[in-house]
């Protein structure tokens, strides 16, 4: 017998046990890597408090009555600067609140963004999991249309849509989840097709665990960071778009505001009061860089190489 | 004995397209398994060894049907694998199973222990409560802590996720199970941790194994039979004993011979020149074909010629 | 038992100044409540042609020491004591200019996964030319005329034509080669390589060990070659310092090492070895695993793992002893190898 006589310690059964594992990530550690992006913190601020400002605008656009609140002209008081009193904001050149007109433009703007994004990630997430997980004839085909799609120039597409229907926002939200759920689509696809290569599909595979299983319990947990982030990134670039498009009259129609038509009808009034253009152009601006910055943090938390570390 | 093997392959063939016309039909092949011959006896390791590229992992795959073969048969426990239809295949799902390379990969990042470990097992026939206590089992077979229920695959360590694919593997209760580089990713004390496990479950639970590493050194410690690939085809078989210390084909030696080496005990291997080489598998009938060893008839070696010799040994 | 002796001092007995000379090197990682020391006084030297080899399993600190000498540690990490001299000059002290100037120079750096350190956009010829404009002023020609005897040296064929070669047209282990040739271009007198051959089959690991040694031979370059590979060490390294948990734990010349290993972590490495040549019964295990760098014990940081241990190692933290000549260990209990 010598010292090393296996017999002098326990058999390996607790081995693993003798010094503690790493504790798990609490939800404290997990958002480390958000609360450490002191622009992430700053994006779910301004995005959170638009979210406020879009239900108060959504509220008084919807209750009956409280609508007078951002339509109501008082010709006696228009193009007032902002800090005039009884009218933070100012008014336009038709004497309305900018104050509830930014607001209930915003509803809509993010109205816009949400529904364009729910949308075009529906159509984007079948068509795109679907080519990617079936392969073969199936995946060029949808790759051919997704590709084909996705080189449309949005203004063309709602230039269409304006004609078939009638101008207004249904026009717009079709004209862009047209073409953006394509975006969705190649993403996703890519993504199917890397996860299907991960072993522990291949596990499941081997398990016998069938393949709407598959979709279900693996691919689909393991796409929704991505999405997460992405659908951030698509409702700013569907602000945007839908201001554009607003701008050059083909959005929602007066009298329901938009902050891309105000904009537009701002403009004229630049040399007498700036601040009817201004304060929607940065209304947008702000929405915009919340919604970037929150998904440049959200991408830090489901980096899958930081989960690894 | 004279029992049918468990495992029977048959001329399996794989070949995967490199080229596509501009149709999507396929122009140009390569083989990645090339006409393989095989059986494994019930109970027994059969390890497969060989370098990346020589289709050892896509053998598996075969074998397993995680992939469909370009042609070739495969009987499994009586049954025609590649024929089977669906309530066959699931049949066939719960005898048969595998052990990834890479723990972090074989793994979702997003499920706990126990889910993991059911995955496996059948929705119906279980209660909550029964299933709980089964995965509870399988975590005690494997030398987890009863805690390893509850903690997601990033907070063990290489050695305890491999057990977790362990588990998962057993949940099914197979009769066999293909380890694919089981230990390549693993530190060397994790290595003898997980080589142990393997080796008493084979024990306890009379398991049989289909082996796969590029180490030979591992290869030597679980194989009770191997078979040497390279470039998709088999170039030597046989008991491991016979293989490792009178390796007769020019690709074997080579691969003993690389091998760094550190003091051991036991008898290096014997490496033959290419006439004594040549003069132990007898006459050859053309290439490639295997022709048993004179003396070892389970011993089994592809023909080779001059150039093979040159190619692998690098002079004559 | 011997006096405790300052390990550096622990050279190849070589007699002349060893080329490199690490000493007490601290690099440590900003933690979120403290820093963490992944590299814990280290010391031990390089001499001018002698392979050294560092062993040791994932997260024993042997990469960040290589990349400390080159200081090329992560942005969270820092240098926080001892000194790193090279051919005289302590690293340490220099700024980022002079460092450039030495890095790829005079020490290169090979790595496991060379298709991860060439660029893919570009050709080799167009990386290995980018180097030697980056050290020497010479012409385009010259430069491509270096290059090439480079590969060749490096036992690729065609060299010249291959220049213009992308790395991925290259396999596994001509990539490696062409790493090589990268890293010994500028004529270096230290190649750290780390995991050289890891991501290599056998028979190409073969080669590039044979190419290391040859080298050494030729142009008595100095190696550290860092490897969780004890084989590999073996094949070809003069000396070893075994890792763990961040410190040296034995430390002498790979033949002394291996025949007769006295730290007990050694042994468990070299014990928990399937042999070759011969099958088993069980493999030899090694209790637990390593200790976390934020909760590493007072004592011994082996002891918990450790069937010598005896009260003191949980007391106490051993330091690193000379117990035969150029052979020293940190352990107070050491017993010798039985196999």
Sequence with gaps: MTAFDSSSLPPEAPIEAVVAVAPGLTWGERLAPFLANKLAVLGAFLTFFFLVVACIGAAIMFVPGWSDLYIDQRLRETLLRPLSPGFPLGTDQFGRDMMWRIAAGTAVSLFTGLAVTIISMFFGMILGALAGYAGGIVDRVISAFIDLVWGFPVILVAVIFVGALKPGLTAVILAISVVNWAGFARIVRAQVISLKERAFIEAARALGVPSWKIIVRHLVPNMLGTSLVMASYYIAVTVIAEAGLAFIGLGAQPPTPSLGQMISEGRNFLYVNPWVAILPGMTIALIVLGLNTLGDGLRDIFDPHLRRS | ?316 | MTAMVPTADIDSGSGTAPLLQVRDLVTSIKGRKSDVAAVDHVSFSVSRGEIFGVVGESGCGKSMTALSILRLIPVNAAITGGAILFDGVDLTTLNERAMRSIRGNRISMVFQEPMTALDPSFTVGTQITEVIHAHSNVSKAEARERAAQMLDRLGITNAASRLDSYPHQFSGGMRQRVMMALALVMNPQLLIADEPTTALDVTIQAQILDLIAELRRDMGLSVLLITHNLGVVHEIADRVAVMYAGEVVEIGPVQQIFANPQHPYTQGLLRSMPYLTDRQDRLYVIPGRVPELRAMPSGCRFAARCRNRIPICTQRHPQLVENEPRHALRCFNPTPYVD
């Excluded at chain 2, 590229?53 to 073969?69: D, M, Q, Y």
């Excluded at chain 2, 089992?137 to 360590?157: G, I, K, Y």
């Excluded at chain 2, 089981?182 to 530190?187: E, I, Y």
């Design chain 2, 1 to 316: 004995m004279s029992t049918e093997p468990l495992l029977t392959v048959n001329n399996l063939v794989k070949r995967f397209p490199v080229a596509t016309d501009f149709f999507g039909r396929s122009t140009a092949f390569v083989s990645a398994v090339d006409d393989v011959s095989l059986q494994v006896q019930r109970g027994e390791t059969l390890a497969l060894v060989g370098e990346s590229g020589s289709g050892k992992s896509t053998l598996a795959r075969l074998v397993l049907r995680l992939i469909e073969p370009t042609s070739g048969s495969v009987r499994f426990d009586g049954q025609d694998v590649l024929g089977s239809n669906k309530g066959q295949m699931q049949e066939f799902r719960r005898k048969a199973q595998i052990i990834f390379q890479d723990p972090f990969e074989s793994l979702d990042p997003r499920m706990k222990g126990e889910v993991i470990v059911a995955e496996g097992m059948p929705d119906s026939g279980r209660s909550k409560s029964e299933r709980k206590a089964r995965v509870a089992e399988l975590l005690d077979l494997v030398q987890l802590p009863a805690d390893a229920a509850r903690r997601f695959p990033h907070e063990f360590s290489g050695g305890q996720r491999q057990r977790l694919s362990i588990a998962r593997a057993l949940a099914v209760d197979p009769i066999f199970v293909v380890a694919d580089e089981p230990v390549s990713a693993l530190d060397v004390s994790m290595q003898s941790q997980i080589l142990n496990l393997m080796r008493d479950l084979q024990d306890r639970l009379g398991l049989t194994y289909l082996f796969i590493s590029h180490d030979m050194s591992v290869i030597r410690h679980m194989a009770d039979r191997v078979a040497v690939m390279y470039l998709g085809q088999i170039v030597e078989i046989g008991p491991a004993v016979e293989v490792f210390s009178n390796p007769v084909h020019p690709y074997t030696q080579t691969l003993l011979s690389a091998v760094p080496s550190l003091i051991v005990g036991g008898t290096p291997p014997t490496l033959l020149d290419y006439e004594a080489a040549r003069a132990a598998i007898g006459a050859c009938t053309g290439s490639g074909s295997l022709q048993a060893v004179s003396g070892q008839p389970d011993h089994m070696v592809a023909c080779f010629g001059e150039d093979a010799w040159v190619r692998h040994r690098g002079r004559m």
